[in-house]
């Protein structure tokens, strides 16, 4: 689902390199978005609908235009991934932050402190006070108040601690939970789950830390972090701050995951963090990076093929270490290249 902006361009990057590693993922197109919105179809049309009813996963580009930003959410581009997030129940948000090598100096921190950053934020994303009910503003004896109610139930903090020690297992076996139970009520039954669970993985490493100090810690020693585990306000800042110390959202992919499939087959929707920067649409000089790498992990999550996916990333390395740069990305007087040469790149280190 190409979708807006610079959506169609990264996917259809994307979907070169996906198809180049294996020729037998069928692939269809369909539209989203403000593209569906302007051939006179809902946001996320039915048929979009049923065709991820029949699919492994989803390779998603962007949704979101300017001209649509005053409307209620139900006509605007973004009600799409509303929709599949809710429908597919995705609770699982995967963000891998990564600085290539060589390209430490894009980063707002300073380069010793940025190299071989390798890290993952896993955020629980159905639960906690973006959807806990009572959620209103109200007049109660003539003053205005308002509430948010931060809920969450053992199971749904057990299935989200089950992807983050059996990702952690597949790297440097180090989980650090993020939480606010010095002051929090579901903190502390998340702490409890945490710590249960961790008896059921004894290889792997559990630290806790609370969310404030975990903010300082992300820029005073992200090298320190492998996965990180959080709900889902907490996750939403923390993801972001991981985010921008690699120095360009167009590197970034991600993958949210949910109750459908089996193991092997878990349904997914892989994006890139970043939105549809209009600034850069049809211009070929948006980095496609992380629309790839959002390939590479439908690959490892959707379809149980960690070595394929392990390609991807592999070229995409190689392409930095030999100094190919989008612009996003180059450095300030230095040469850089288009979203199409990029990928031609990648292509031809597979
Ligand atoms: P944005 O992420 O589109 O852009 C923020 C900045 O990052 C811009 O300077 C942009 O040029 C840059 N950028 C983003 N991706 C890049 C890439 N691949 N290569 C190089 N630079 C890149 O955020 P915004 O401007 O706040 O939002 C634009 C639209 O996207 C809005 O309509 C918003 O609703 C939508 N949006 C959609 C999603 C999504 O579909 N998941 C996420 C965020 C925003």
Redesign the pocket.
């Known amino acids: 689902m190409p979708?807006?902006?610079?959506?169609p361009e990264?996917t259809q990057c994307a979907a070169e390199v996906l198809r180049h590693v294996r020729p037998d993922v069928e692939c269809t197109l369909a539209p989203v978005?403000a593209a569906a919105l302007a051939a006179g179809l809902p946001a996320l049309p039915a048929e979009t609908k049923a065709l991820c009813d029949r699919s492994d996963a989803v390779l998603?580009?962007?949704?979101?235009?300017?001209e649509?930003?005053g409307l209620p959410l139900a006509q605007?581009?973004?009600y799409a991934?509303f929709v599949l997030r809710r429908d597919y129940e995705l609770y699982a948000n995967l963000r891998p932050v990564r600085v290539f090598p060589g390209l430490e100096d894009a980063s707002s921190l300073r380069p010793e402190i940025v190299r071989g950053l390798d890290l993952i934020v896993v955020r629980e994303l159905t639960g906690g006070i973006y959807y806990g009910r009572p959620k209103e503003q109200r007049t109660v004896d003539g003053v205005e108040e308002a509430v948010d109610t931060m809920i969450y139930r053992a199971p749904e903090i057990e299935r989200i601690a089950r992807i983050a020690f059996d990702l952690a297992r597949g790297r440097r076996k180090h989980v650090t939970s993020v939480d606010k139970q010095n002051i929090l009520e579901t903190s502390r039954l998340w702490r409890r789950v945490v710590t249960e669970m961790s008896a059921q993985y004894p290889d792997v490493r559990l630290e806790h830390l609370l969310v404030d100090n975990a903010a300082m810690q992300l820029v005073a020693r992200p090298g320190d972090f492998d996965v990180i585990l959080t709900e889902n306000m907490f996750g939403d800042i923390l993801s972001d701050e991981a985010a921008i110390l690699t120095g360009?959202?167009?590197?970034l992919p991600s993958a949210s995951l949910g109750s459908r499939g089996s193991a092997g087959r878990q349904f997914g929707l892989y994006?890139?963090?970043?939105?549809?920067?209009?600034?850069?649409a049809g211009k070929d000089?948006?980095?496609?990076?992380?629309?790839i790498l959002s390939a590479a992990m439908l690959l490892r999550h959707s379809l149980a093929d960690d070595s394929s996916a392990a390609r991807i990333e592999r070229a995409v390395d190689g392409a930095y270490a030999d100094g190919l740069r989008?612009?996003?990305?180059a450095r300030s007087a230095g040469a850089h290249v288009s979203?199409r040469a990029f990928t031609q790149a990648v292509l031809a280190r597979l």
């Not at 998603?60 to 300017?66: A, E, Q, T």
């Not at 360009?248 to 590197?251: F, P």
């Not at 989008?326 to 990305?329: G, I, L, N």
């Open positions: 979708g807006d902006g610079i959506g990264v978005g998603f580009g962007s949704v979101g235009l300017p649509y930003d605007r581009p973004e991934l360009s959202l167009g590197t994006e890139p963090i970043g939105g549809t920067a209009p600034d850069l000089v948006a980095n496609p990076t992380a629309a989008t612009a996003d990305v979203t």
